[in-house]
């Protein structure tokens, strides 16, 4: 049996009527570029030079580790590239088919509470997933969104469908959520996801769970669902 949950923050402190960009790249993004473009957007919106962004993106298979990532959880090492990050968190992977979206936002004026930030990014996948008519949940102790596959009566069979890593600076946040959509989940045993080794726990993504869901037809659902919590959306100008 699951443990309760902590009661869920005030998410309304979250939203801001002024619009941030949205921005979607085509093909893939090396780790390397996108953490040099995410640190120089994140400064610049500390300085007032330039607006929140939420940046959708795809990158080629590797693996990142957190600042809580544990050497013995690297199974793999010379399978993919690998990546020391800033973020929270521990090893997770990362590939064609895992929709990544980094959000750069300006928390200062987003209620100043890194707690009620992840509770929001949760909330996020879990509209965003519910719009496939699939239940993500939360679980004590554990970051990201889950799927309950246990059968009844059966034993404990629980997939993570969304990966979160979040570093703040100076109040902007930066990296953010990934959304597996259709990657190739063997490729995640280079790994131990998220350093969560338990019975029953694996991931997953839509396609696996049956459902045919395209990339565009999850961005679609990930903007609409941004809105409602986070607020107005507008496009990033074409570079």
Same mark, same amino acid.
């Given at each position: 049996?699951?443990?309760?949950?902590? &009661?869920?923050?005030?998410?309304?402190?979250?939203?801001? !009527?002024?619009?941030?960009?949205?921005?979607?790249? &085509?093909?893939?993004?090396?780790?390397?570029?996108?953490?040099?473009?995410?640190?120089?957007?994140?400064?610049?919106?500390?300085?007032?030079?330039? =607006?929140?962004?939420?940046?959708?993106?795809?990158? &080629?298979?590797?693996?990142?580790?957190?600042?809580?990532?544990? =050497?013995?959880?690297?199974?793999? =090492?010379?399978?993919?590239?690998?990546?020391?990050?800033?973020?929270?968190?521990?090893?997770?992977?990362?590939?064609?088919?895992?929709?990544?979206?980094?959000?750069?936002?300006?928390?200062?004026?987003?209620?100043?509470?890194?707690?009620?930030?992840?509770?929001?990014?949760?909330?996020?996948?879990?509209?965003?997933?519910?719009?496939?008519?699939?239940?993500?949940?939360?679980?004590?102790?554990?970051?990201?969104?889950?799927?309950?596959?246990?059968? &009844?009566?059966?034993?404990?069979?629980?997939?993570?469908?969304? !990966?979160?890593?979040?570093?703040?600076?100076?109040?902007?946040?930066?990296?953010?959520?990934?959304?597996?959509?259709?990657?190739?989940?063997?490729?995640?045993?280079?790994?131990?996801?998220?350093?969560?080794?338990?019975?029953?726990?694996?991931?997953?993504?839509?396609?696996?769970?049956?459902?045919?869901?395209?990339?565009?037809?999850?961005?679609?659902?990930?903007?609409?669902?941004?809105?409602?919590?986070?607020?107005?959306?507008?496009? !990033?100008?074409?570079?």
């Amino acid at each position: 049996m699951n443990a309760p949950l902590s &009661p869920l923050p005030d998410l309304a402190r979250l939203y801001s !009527a002024e619009p941030a960009e949205w921005a979607v790249s &085509p093909g893939l993004t090396s780790y390397e570029d996108a953490v040099t473009a995410m640190e120089a957007r994140a400064a610049a919106i500390r300085q007032g030079d330039a =607006p929140e962004l939420v940046w959708l993106l795809e990158h &080629p298979p590797l693996y990142t580790g957190g600042t809580g990532a544990k =050497p013995h959880d690297l199974h793999a =090492p010379e399978r993919f590239p690998v990546f020391k990050t800033s973020r929270g968190g521990q090893y997770t992977y990362h590939g064609p088919g895992q929709r990544v979206a980094y959000l750069m936002l300006d928390l200062d004026r987003r209620g100043r509470d890194i707690r009620c930030f992840v509770a929001g990014l949760e909330e996020w996948v879990i509209e965003t997933l519910a719009a496939f008519s699939v239940k993500g949940e939360r679980r004590p102790g554990r970051v990201g969104v889950w799927v309950d596959r246990t059968e &009844p009566g059966g034993a404990l069979k629980e997939d993570k469908i969304a !990966a979160i890593g979040v570093r703040i600076r100076r109040w902007v946040s930066f990296h953010g959520i990934a959304l597996n959509v259709e990657p190739d989940l063997s490729h995640f045993a280079g790994i131990t996801p998220c350093g969560i080794d338990e019975p029953g726990l694996g991931v997953t993504s839509l396609v696996d769970l049956g459902l045919p869901v395209t990339m565009d037809d999850a961005d679609a659902a990930l903007k609409t669902t941004f809105e409602r919590i986070f607020g107005p959306l507008v496009p !990033a100008p074409a570079e």
